[in-house]
């Protein structure tokens, strides 16, 4: 099986590809190289320093084929899209259409697509479904629903299958602090070198942690399951910016020391999904605990 993934270069994306590989794959990648890195590039697969909104990405499709199109370049970074939203279009819907068109022209069998529990906006419910009213508060948020609705209509317009995955924070190995989620590689570089962690607000805000690993899995299960559906990545419980730094407390020999700021603007106070549509569709679920993947990416990092 051939398999594309764009953003192959980057967090989510670079984690795909190893394990793509090691499941007998062959694999090629489009990234521009704007948030991924070289050194995360498996050597195995085949590299197109491309952006995913030119022509020259069409043609890599169109000329190679492959069968799976997983869709996780994205511009992803919560702040730059509120000084900046013309950069989200360009990226997550623009360059979202231009895939779109170059998989009208071939059988594709699935284009899997990386979404975001953003696209909710600040709910008042204690766990979020995927019937659940979507409304972004942020312009990252929008995007990527906006993108969402391409894919759909692509679909009903030129029967291009796809599987559209909704994930909580995603955290692990390789991330970066910029971007969605990226809090605990923030407090991880800010204890590199010993600097005191930034709250915003009053720390109590919850975000449903999914390890990078856990949704790797769930993409591939996705191949050939969920077609045509949405289904939330995630696992289903709440962790607040305090537990987490009390969770680092576990594993950091030296004192942490944080203080607390404003709120960001753009950001959700209280996010967790209900897991339970992946788990049933997909023959899914997560398998590290937020104790486990946190353990995990602490001692990825050198300290």
Not at 54 to 71: N, R, S, W
Not at 251 to 268: C, K, L, M, P
Not at 289 to 303: A, C, K, N, P, V
Request: with cysteine; aromatic share 10%; charged share 20%.
């Amino acid at each position: 099986m051939k398999a594309l993934v764009t953003g192959g270069a980057g967090f989510i994306g670079s984690h795909l590809v190893d394990t793509l590989i090691s499941k007998g794959y062959s694999v090629h990648i489009i990234d521009n190289l704007s948030s991924g890195k070289k050194e995360y590039i498996n050597p195995l697969a085949i590299f197109h320093e491309l952006d995913i909104s030119t022509p020259a990405a069409q043609k890599v499709i169109l000329k190679e084929k492959p069968d799976y199109i997983f869709h996780m370049a994205a511009q992803a970074d919560v702040s730059r899209s509120t000084s900046a939203p013309l950069d989200d279009m360009d990226t997550n819907v623009a360059g979202t259409i231009n895939l779109l068109n170059a998989c009208r022209q071939y059988p594709l069998k699935n284009f899997v697509f990386s979404s975001t529990s953003a696209v909710y906006g600040n709910v008042s419910s204690q766990m979020i479904d995927e019937s659940h009213k979507t409304s972004p508060i942020s312009f990252y948020g929008l995007s990527k629903l906006t993108a969402e609705n391409y894919i759909k209509l692509f679909h009903d317009t030129f029967q291009i299958p796809f599987t559209i995955l909704r994930y909580g924070n995603v955290y692990g190995p390789r991330q970066t602090s910029k971007g969605e989620g990226g809090v605990i590689a923030v407090f991880l570089e800010k204890l590199k070198k010993h600097e005191q962690l930034k709250i915003n607000g009053d720390g109590l805000q919850t975000r449903d942690y999914v390890f990078v690993q856990d949704v790797v899995e769930a993409n591939i299960a996705a191949t050939d399951k969920g077609n045509q559906m949405i289904m939330q990545i995630s696992t289903g419980e709440r962790t607040s910016i305090l537990q987490l730094i009390d969770l680092l407390k576990n594993y950091h020999t030296n004192e942490i020391h944080a203080f607390h700021t404003v709120d960001r603007q753009g950001d959700i106070k209280h996010s967790c999904l209900d897991n339970t549509l992946a788990k049933r569709i997909l023959s899914w679920k997560p398998y590290y605990s937020i104790q486990d993947g946190m353990r995990e990416t602490y001692l990825s990092y050198s300290f």
